[in-house]
């Protein structure tokens, strides 16, 4: 069983920055793909950003392309996610999701494990 714990995120200024990590636990942290969802209020779950499980492959959403970093340290089993210059339309529940197969998902389905979420608001 894989534990996905998130944390870091909060209530920030339009044009600010907060940083998410998400900890695994689990031996094989090193080889699991990982993934950053979003849920706003209202809206379906969206993705994000994911990384493969050695980090050579990253992809993002359009619309955070330039803004969001994701990044992984194995030897800490975290996956990051930075944001700048947020904007209020990125206020949501954020979730960080596992694939046990290694690979960087758009899909939220094929994901293997979740997180139970953290809440960014960004303030205009």
């Known amino acids: 069983q894989v534990q996905l714990v998130e944390s870091g995120g909060g209530l920030v200024q339009a044009g600010g920055s907060l940083r998410l990590s998400c900890a695994a636990s689990g031996r094989t942290f090193v080889g699991y793909g990982m993934g950053w969802f979003r849920q706003a209020p209202g809206k379906e779950r969206e993705f994000v950003a994911a990384?493969?499980?050695?980090?050579?492959?990253?992809l993002y959403i359009d619309s955070v392309k330039g803004r969001f970093t994701i990044s992984r340290d194995n030897a800490k089993n975290t996956v990051y996610l930075q944001m700048n210059s947020l904007k209020p339309e990125d206020t949501a529940v954020y979730y960080c999701?596992?694939?046990?197969?290694?690979?960087?998902?758009?899909?939220?389905?094929?994901?293997?494990?979740w997180g139970q979420g953290t809440q960014v608001t960004v303030s205009s």
């Open positions: 999701a596992a694939d046990i197969r290694g690979r960087a998902l758009l899909t939220d389905a094929l994901y293997d494990y």
């Open positions: 990384i493969s499980w050695s980090g050579a492959t990253t």
